[in-house]
């Protein structure tokens, strides 16, 4: 018996591809249904990354344009512990004055003056607004803008003129200014002259009613001793400018003086997930877990019924291996298909939601390539099983079967 | 003339005590033209697995091609039927969706030859055959016959040595059977050993030898 050795069967590499494709293509619609679960999974992931990276640059952005040297100071926490602590009425004038400070402003509480759409209405209705009274450079200070109107300047700050948050204005039911458009504050009309758009690096201010200081001097009992002082700094010197506030603001207590910068907590606040995207991120894992069930299930069917195939591959010189393989890179296959379609819809998702936002499109490539790499790996887990069962399939009983 | 299948002692049992195969010894040579016949429950089936290494015997030696196949692996034995054996089948057993060319280029894939090398062989095998007209038609387009035709096609686009026919004409009608037999006699006179298994007397008398198989031994061996 002369025998020559035999080389083992191969499948060229290019070919594996090719044998995991005759699966899906000749069953098309079942490809594309056992594919949804994964494709919505990864959808929803890429969307929910691609719109919270979007919208923490939008506000990283408009913290550039805004401005990061803002500081602002408020009296603190007195060591007696008792009664209201405010600044002494010298802080403005002596911050206004110090080293690199280029700008600063304050905004003295009116405690008990409530501010009222007329006067039929309770005084006890506050609607958690509260009156202040406020210098004419506050608004450029803050860098509030305006909807309508103007800010309180030195003329109208003598007179009973109001200036509402965005909040205020809302809660009040005042969208214009205009000569009728008047607000009940303590016991008379004040005509009001201004409404702010939201104050991204004060939000305070939102839901206040801003009278000019020196008609509160005159008329209300102000006293000039600041609730809160908004500072800006020379850029480069934020720092130092920070830790001189406070003995500059009130000599005798600096130890009572809070100094914060509110565009650090908004930074960081960007920066942090939010519980939405903790929520669809696991909203999105649970249909990706689905999504690997569903291909799992539709692979394992699909061994069942392809048994004579299996058969058949087996005697044209398929070893188990390249029956286990086919069906591995079938479902891979699967898995990607679904990674790529979910991956484009949520790239669109994101680029609707955005533009809709007027934010800049911002997707981070680890999302889109990370979901890729996730799909792929659900694939391959749900075709493992599979593919070892229509590996086992013994050739015989799968050619008699049918 | 070379032995091109050589079985000696076979038997093979199934868990549960059923023995299909009670000692077989068979010589088929090369180039020949044979025909296993037996009812159905004969073991006719398992003999036709056993010759195309889908099984293994449980005692007993089993050459094909000179090659003895105790001593191969799996991946030798497929590479065996990648490129000495080729199986037809009564259910055919195409892939319908795919066309008649992709189908008889299968019967390649697994011996690792490049794709256009084995769409020209397929193209070949499929005008062997007489289906040269028909090689983009899909599989569930093709008539009975034509599927048999292009499951031979697949069957011998390898050149393989021995060529293992089961009830090929099963599900045809009488004049399409004769065609399906009259092939594969054109396949046998240009060199190919072939061997049918069939239960039907009539298709097994119009070949060159007739192996009869009752209760999982040869009852008859009987040459033209």
Redesign the interface.
Known sequence: MSAEAISPSTLQPRDVLRVGLVGLRTRRLRAVLSVLGVALGIASMVAVLGISASSRNDLLAALDKLGTNLLVVKPGQSFAGAGTVTLPDTANAMVGHAKDVTAASTLEDLGDLTVRRNDHVDKAVTNALTVGAARSTLATTVGATLRDGAFLSPATSRYPAVVLGATAADRLGIDRVGSGVQVWIGDRWYTVVGILNPVTLAPELDSYALVGLAYAENELGADDSPSYMYVRADPGNVDQVSSILGPTANPEHPEEVDVSRPSDALEARAKTKTAFTSLFLGLGAVALFVGGVGIANVMVISVLERRSEIGLRRALGATRRHIAVQFLTESVLLGAMGGAAGALIGVLVTAGYDANRGWALTMPAYAVAGALACAVVIGALAGAYPALRGARVSPTTALRAA | MSAVVELLGVRRSYPGGVEALRGVDLTIGAGELAAIVGPSGSGK?TLL?IV?T??RPSEGTV?IA???TSR?????L???????IG?V?Q?F?L????TALENVA??L????A??HERVRRAREALEQVGLGHRLGHRANQLSGGECQRVAIA?AIVGRPALVLADEPTGNLDTRTGGEIVGLLRALNAAGTTVLVITHDRAVADTLNRQISIRDGLVESDVAA
């Open positions: 089936s697995h195309g889908l099984e050459a000179g090659h003895e191969l692996g799996d991946g030798q497929a590479g065996l039927r990648a490129r000495t199986f089948f259910q057993f892939l319908p969706g795919s299968n019967g894939l697994y011996t690792g490049p794709a697949r």
